[in-house]
């Protein structure tokens, strides 16, 4: 995909990758995280994402930055997935937001770019504690996201 977003340093596993988020609220470091979930006959990763904390290395996924950016950061969090299946391969990646409205934001960024995703990913949608083939205009509570 080829969408406006931010340049990020890439970890030496490819699991971290930070970025700096720049708008009003200045200059703030971000972090996507790609932890191992599970591993049997297919292995999934947890997409982590949220403000880095230098301190402690936490990932903040809480911090509502506002920093006027939000299809910016959206376009380097999706590249990230992009980079990580290059290097990993086709393992599922698990993806949720903190909060519903999060989750919505995540579903009408899938949306927005599904004919370029769908070219090269598959995803689905949990829905009433089941996993569904994505589909435009249905609200999903996660999503699973492979490549194709």
């Given at each position: 995909m080829n969408l406006d977003r931010y340049n990020y340093q890439i970890s030496n596993d490819h699991q971290d990758y930070i970025f700096y988020s720049e708008g009003p609220k200045g200059k703030i470091k971000k972090i996507v995280r790609f932890s191992k979930i599970q591993d049997l006959e297919s292995t999934v990763y947890n997409l982590g994402f949220g403000d880095a904390d230098d301190e402690t290395g936490v990932v903040d996924d809480s911090v509502v930055t506002n920093n006027k950016d939000s299809s910016m950061v959206l376009a380097t969090v999706a590249n990230t997935v992009i980079d990580?299946?290059?290097?990993?391969?086709?393992?599922?990646?698990?993806?949720?937001?903190?909060?519903?409205?999060?989750?919505?934001?995540?579903?009408?960024?899938?949306?927005?770019?599904?004919?370029?995703?769908?070219?090269?990913?598959?995803?689905?949608g949990l829905k009433e504690d089941s996993w569904h083939e994505f589909k435009k205009n249905v609200n999903y509570d996660a999503f699973l996201v492979r490549r194709k």
């Amino acid at each position: 995909m080829n969408l406006d977003r931010y340049n990020y340093q890439i970890s030496n596993d490819h699991q971290d990758y930070i970025f700096y988020s720049e708008g009003p609220k200045g200059k703030i470091k971000k972090i996507v995280r790609f932890s191992k979930i599970q591993d049997l006959e297919s292995t999934v990763y947890n997409l982590g994402f949220g403000d880095a904390d230098d301190e402690t290395g936490v990932v903040d996924d809480s911090v509502v930055t506002n920093n006027k950016d939000s299809s910016m950061v959206l376009a380097t969090v999706a590249n990230t997935v992009i980079d990580f299946t290059n290097y990993y391969g086709n393992q599922y990646i698990y993806a949720t937001g903190s909060t519903p409205a999060r989750t919505r934001l995540y579903q009408i960024g899938i949306a927005g770019l599904w004919e370029k995703i769908s070219i090269d990913f598959e995803v689905y949608g949990l829905k009433e504690d089941s996993w569904h083939e994505f589909k435009k205009n249905v609200n999903y509570d996660a999503f699973l996201v492979r490549r194709k």
